[in-house]
């Protein structure tokens, strides 16, 4: 079967994980690479000889590609949707889709109309123990999810160098950028969709961010189940906590760890008993599940992750800060009202 032509726009620090993913999957060839910044370019021409590499998307759509993968900031991505489904390519963007909801609903709008794929980079749904995670909640086998409590807390030094230093500036970073994961996630292992929300954003005196590293959150989903949500990139202890706990209607399942530590129990037990979990590398076998599920969409499979169902995820993230503005609980109808009046 003839491989998926793909131009790699965007080359800085996520797009190394990228590469190294798409040059694994014999299924893949990257026949354009594209960044404005020319250091960037002469890496990537020494690195991938022979392969065009372009200042911008414009530069290349004449290689003969069939999907562009998009490893750029979310802000200021109009004009590559816009080149992208001028050129019927399949897009694969970076999570989030767009800086604010109704750019994004607008992207989703475009790219229905013009037929081509989008699908937004939510890579920790393909990790091993989210897939455990939801197999088990479908599974009954601890009855039915009824409140949850979910908890990200880590400093988070954005001026690393291996990190992207744009999120430095935002105005929500930890919003956009981490719990756009963590609101994807509870909707996809849940197999629910959020109905309103009470929430406060904050940043503290010792925070690096200039925008809200702080988000605490109530969501209330259709359904009844309750899920607390706290957040952070600006812990005042350098380690990552998370604990995702599901309490249900006979026990609990517990997430203790970003990558694994499955485990669950019954009302009656006295310990949790752990869930055994597939092999998995950070970063790469997640980013390759996506990868090959990207492949299989543009060659006819049902997609997941689309540009409509990421929507979803914005209106929580986007209600937060309405919440958090008006001390007061907002609808996710609302906000998906407000978004998609101009798409």
């Known amino acids: 079967m003839t491989a998926l032509r793909l131009i790699v726009v965007g080359l800085g620090a996520r797009a190394r994980t990228w590469l190294a993913v798409v040059q694994a999957n014999p299924d893949v060839q990257i026949v354009a690479l594209c960044d404005p910044d020319a250091a960037a370019r002469a890496r990537a021409a020494e690195d991938f000889p022979g392969v065009p590499v372009a200042a911008a998307l414009a530069d290349v759509t004449g290689v003969g590609a069939d999907a562009a993968l998009l490893c750029t900031p979310p802000g200021g991505r109009d004009a590559l949707i816009e080149i992208c489904c001028a050129h019927g390519l399949a897009i694969l963007a970076e999570k989030p889709l767009a800086d604010d909801v109704g750019t994004a609903a607008r992207f989703v ?22 897939r455990a995670l939801r197999a088990v909640l479908d599974a009954g086998t601890y009855g039915t999810p009824e409140f949850g409590r979910f908890l990200y807390e880590r400093w988070r030094d954005g001026r690393q160098p291996h990190l992207n230093r744009y999120p430095l500036t935002m105005v929500h970073p930890m919003l956009w950028e981490q719990s756009i994961h963590h609101f994807d996630l ?16 904050f940043n503290p005196s010792w925070s690096m961010y200039a925008g809200d590293a702080n988000v605490s959150a109530l969501f209330g989903f259709h359904g009844g189940l ?45 310990s949790l ?3 055994q979990l597939p092999p998995h590398e950070p970063w ?5 599940g996506l990868l090959e599920m990207f492949v299989a969409t543009c060659r006819g499979a049902p997609p997941t992750c689309t540009g409509r169902d990421h929507l979803q995820s914005l209106y929580m993230l986007e209600a937060c800060i309405l919440a958090s503005a008006r001390r007061a609980v907002v609808t996710i109808e609302e906000v998906r009202i407000r978004a998609t009046a101009g798409a």
């Open 109 to 130: 709008a475009m790219a229905e109309r013009a037929g081509v794929h989008l699908i937004v980079g939510l890579n920790f749904r393909y990790l091993g123990v989210t």
């Open 284 to 288: 790469i076998s997640d980013a390759t």
């Open 273 to 275: 008993t752990a869930i």
């Open 186 to 201: 509870m909707r996809f292992v849940y197999g629910a969709e959020p109905e309103h929300v009470a929430a406060q954003t």
């Open 226 to 270: 309750r899920v607390t949500y706290q957040g952070t990139w600006a812990a005042g202890i350098d380690r990552l906590d998370f604990d995702w706990r599901t309490d249900c209607s006979d026990g609990i399942v517990v997430q203790r760890d970003m990558f694994g530590d499955l485990a669950a129990g019954h009302r009656h037990d006295s």
